[in-house]
């Protein structure tokens, strides 16, 4: 079958099918024809429809056979999965065909690996090779430089919830909401450090705040299974506990993952969401309660709080455990309204500027230039 023609410089996303890729591009428009055309992630052999990883793009037998289907490669996530020559055969690849490759730095620190090692030479190999390099902060861009040589230029993240929502009117609610969602215990998740400073902060926080305090736990149902890979046992115990006999305040909600209608509902029906981070760099979680007006207590992890702007508040290193009496006047400073959020006027603008400067990236590639912080398009 032959695709049908499409406007604009074609740009081939590793992943398209991630509402980062989503939102950096214009919103739709009949008004006038695209500057960018975003090409749909190509079939996975024997995955279900919809999966996009490993992705067919990222295999340099691939790129050859079609490098006429599109005018640049932009690459996001799934490159852990190739070894280092699988890479650079890849990289050779492209740079045989002429076909320029953006990367964008959106991990510095895999959220998904305890061994760093391998993920480190990787972006070594990618920040050296690629024609365009961006990141979603300045303090990324600082380290990858003083890692890697080469500065990224900074474009930020955009919003992450839809549109049309951005507006909607926070949930009205007598009490503090604390809410924390362990989902399946993510490799860089560690909610022990946190959790029991957390239970033993909760009732303290009536007499400092004048409103009664409530922490809303959910977990997917396999964190409860002992043979689940990231099973911890410690916390299995706890999370036990607390559902035959909850303490007044605190609620454990233990079901099947939330579609993205559910989850945007659930983070704005907390007032606080904690985020027991072991590491990061950024977080589209920060980016969603940023859209929601939802404030963020976390440890002092990657760039949350430059990206979250405003409304992400750091309890100390992520390797020692709060202390209740800290997570109290933290708390305590949450309780007073919600952060302000930029709402969907912002949020149209600022991803229009995106699109604008992510064309200009392409553009600057398709011609030929090195394209990051010190060279920008």
């Known amino acids: 079958m032959v695709p ?108 998904h690996l305890h061994d760093q090692r391998h ?36 474009l930020p993240h955009p919003h992450v919830v839809p549109m049309d929502l951005l507006d909607r009117p926070r949930p009205v609610h007598e009490e503090l909401r604390i809410g924390m969602h362990l989902k399946s215990l993510r490799t860089n998740v560690t ?45 299995a115990r706890l999370l036990r506990r607390l559902l035959d006999d909850p303490p007044p305040g605190v609620e454990v909600l233990v079901g099947p993952r939330l579609d993205n209608v559910q989850l945007w509902a659930a983070l704005q029906a907390v007032d606080v969401s904690v985020l027991p981070y072991a590491w990061a760099t950024h977080s589209g979680w920060v980016e969603a309660c940023r859209d929601l007006g939802t404030w963020v207590l976390s440890p002092d992890v990657g760039h949350l709080e430059e990206q979250g702007a405003g409304m992400v508040i750091a309890w100390g290193p992520p390797h020692q455990a709060p202390l209740p009496s800290r997570l109290v006047d933290l708390l305590a400073l949450c309780a007073a309204g919600p952060p302000a959020r930029p709402g969907a006027q912002a949020r149209a603008a600022q991803r229009a500027e995106l699109a604008r400067r992510h064309a200009q990236v392409y ?10 912080g010190g060279s920008p398009p």
């Open 119 to 154: 993920h480190r030479e990787q972006l070594a190999l990618l920040v050296e090779r690629a024609d365009g390099l961006l990141t979603l902060s300045e303090g990324a861009a600082q380290r990858v430089e003083r890692e890697h040589g080469r500065r990224p230029l900074v």
């Open 363 to 372: 553009a600057g590639v398709i011609d030929g230039r090195r394209i990051d």
């Open 4 to 111: 049908e023609p499409v406007s604009g410089v074609r740009v081939r996303h590793v992943p398209a099918a991630h509402p980062y890729v989503e939102h950096v591009h214009a919103l739709p428009s009949t008004a006038s024809a695209p500057a960018v055309a975003v090409l749909p992630d190509p079939p996975v052999p024997g995955a279900p429809p919809g999966q996009w990883w490993p992705h067919p793009a990222l295999e340099e037998a691939w790129v050859r056979e079609h490098a006429h289907e599109q005018d640049v490669l932009h690459v996001h996530f799934g490159v852990e999965g190739r070894s280092l020559p699988e890479l650079r055969a890849w990289l050779d690849a492209l740079a045989d065909l002429g076909l320029p490759l953006v990367h964008t730095v959106h991990d510095v620190d895999h959220p």
């Open 191 to 235: 909610p022990m450090r946190v959790l029991p400073a957390l239970l033993e902060a909760v009732p303290h926080l009536a007499a400092r705040t004048g409103r009664p305090a409530v922490l809303e736990i959910r977990a997917h149902p396999e964190v409860l299974d002992p043979d689940f890979t990231r099973h911890d046992e410690a916390l």
